[in-house]
């Protein structure tokens, strides 16, 4: 079946290192995004990426990166410089040839900081 | 820019009750507007969606109607079951520049026996 992976589900990361969060799809979906999820909060966007080898920030880019080397992948790496990273992280993809029709999403990852 | 505002939970009904959950946007041209469910620990799964003005979206007995002169988008339930407890949130996508999804901060359903 057709879907998008995120990996790991929990992730743990200490003071001062960076993690890269894994998101996968084979739905032949054209681009990409990242949220960010805080309690009781929205959903808050990232970086998307709409073709391979092209990528856009978000509203909250600052302390992540990422890279689309394959239409299939769209690691979100979290760096050093992210102060607050604790949060759950969405994945999503979407279809754009035929216009927009909404997003499937990953079942997310949930980055704690020890 | 655009934004999406939502009720604020939580709202907890009986089983059997009708649901309204509102939802008003703030957009230029004709954004496209979507419902989408999370349960516990979840991803967030499409709900409905509706693309112009005046079309309603449906699904599993959830409605929705897209008002361009009152800028909403509210979720109805005519019977809300347990099993329908979850966080439900709006978004848009613009018709112009950034496709990318705007959600509003959801609002959570606890549907009591």
């Known amino acids: 079946d057709g879907g998008i992976t995120q990996s790991p589900k929990y992730l743990f990361r200490k003071e001062g290192q960076n993690v890269t969060l894994s998101c996968e799809q084979n739905?032949?979906?054209?681009?990409m995004y990242w949220y960010r999820q805080d309690p009781g909060q929205g959903l808050r966007l990232i970086y998307y990426s709409q073709i391979v080898n092209d990528f856009q920030k978000g509203d909250i880019a600052e302390g992540y990166s990422v890279s689309r080397e394959k239409k299939e992948s769209f690691p979100l790496t979290v760096t050093s410089a992210q102060k607050n990273p604790t949060a759950f992280y969405l994945c999503?993809?979407?279809?754009?040839?035929?216009?927009?029709?909404?997003?499937?999403f990953g079942s997310g990852t949930r980055l704690t900081v020890v | 820019g655009n934004s999406v505002t939502q009720m604020e939970g939580p709202v907890t009904l009986s089983e059997e009750a009708f649901l309204t959950i509102n939802c008003t946007y703030t957009a230029t041209g004709y954004p496209s507007l979507f419902w989408y469910v999370q349960y516990p620990g979840e991803g967030l799964q499409l709900l409905l969606k509706?693309?112009?003005?005046?079309d309603k979206g449906s699904n599993k007995g959830f409605e929705a109607t897209y008002r361009k002169e009152t800028t909403s988008f509210h979720l109805e339930k005519g019977s809300v079951q347990v099993s329908d407890s979850a966080v439900y949130f709006c978004?848009?996508?613009?018709?112009?520049?950034?496709?990318?999804?705007?959600f509003g901060s959801g609002t959570r359903l606890q549907v009591q026996p």
């Open positions: 999503a993809s979407s279809i754009e040839s035929t216009g927009f029709h909404g997003y499937t």
């Open positions: 509706a693309t112009k003005a005046d």
């Open positions: 739905l032949n979906h054209d681009a």
């Open positions: 978004a848009l996508s613009g018709d112009t520049g950034r496709r990318a999804l705007t």
